[in-house]
């Protein structure tokens, strides 16, 4: 299993430009999530789906999009991309509902200059 | 709102010694606790999950320990090793919600 991947590693983005970050995972896990990770600061939710089809926002959504058309592949999408969206993003899945542990993709570190 | 904060956010010792970090939330409601590792540059690994009715869970030379009632975990570390170094991040899942409310992190130096 490779378990979560996420794809690119690393981006600069100019101000206002559009980009997809793209997550997957092979555990057949029904749940997925994104996170931002700022310097110093714990890891923020800004949308997790429960399932194929279905998504919802978390504590900082705005600037982003998502959509979950399989149950495999969970995209971010940042449009018009702002200074504020520099940050590290983590992809993560768990199985479902129950205390299941989450796993974390390695993050994509974003640059918007 | 879940606020949850880790004491100390960087932590020094010696190669040998045992330590603990210490985690606390503000609201009591959890339906479990994880504690994870990262190391620089890289994702979380997920090291321990204690449920809301569970007191403590063991792995190796780490325990966890959570309070529900007085909003606590510690995370035990025994006889620390350099390998050891990395920030570690505690997380707490609300009931029902299927989201981690996560802390600032404690990150830990072990010395040779």
């Known amino acids: 299993n490779a378990g979560v991947t996420q794809t690119p590693k690393f981006r600069i983005l100019k101000i206002g430009q559009s980009m997809t970050l793209q997550c997957a995972q092979d555990?057949?896990?029904?749940?997925m999530y994104w996170y931002r990770q700022d310097p110093g600061m714990g890891l923020k939710l800004i949308y997790y789906?429960?399932?194929?089809?279905?998504?919802d926002k978390g504590e900082v959504p705005n600037g982003y999009n998502v959509s979950r058309s399989t149950t495999e592949d969970f995209p971010l999408r940042l449009e018009l991309a702002a200074p504020s969206q520099t940050s590290v993003y983590f992809c993560?899945?768990?199985?479902?509902?129950?205390?299941?542990?989450?796993?974390f993709g390695p993050g994509t570190r974003l640059t918007v200059t | 709102k879940q606020e949850v904060t880790q004491i100390p956010a960087a932590l020094s010792v010696p190669e040998g010694e045992n330590l603990v970090l210490n985690c606390s939330f503000t609201?009591?409601?959890?339906?479990?606790l994880q504690w994870f590792r990262q190391d620089p540059g890289k994702g979380l690994t997920s090291l321990l999950l204690?449920?809301?009715?569970?007191r403590e869970q063991t792995s190796g030379r780490l325990n966890a320990s959570l309070d529900k009632s007085s909003g606590r975990s510690t995370l035990y570390i025994a006889a620390s090793q350099p390998g050891d170094s990395a920030t570690y991040l505690c997380?707490?899942?609300?009931?029902?919600?299927?989201?981690?409310?996560f802390g600032k992190g404690t990150k830990l130096t072990v010395n040779p």
């Open positions: 997380a707490v899942e609300e009931g029902g919600s299927e989201k981690l409310v």
């Open positions: 555990m057949n896990h029904n749940y």
């Open positions: 609201d009591s409601a959890i339906y479990n």
């Open positions: 204690i449920q809301s009715s569970q």
């Open positions: 993560a899945s768990s199985y479902g509902e129950g205390p299941y542990e989450q796993y």
């Open positions: 789906s429960v399932g194929a089809g279905i998504t």
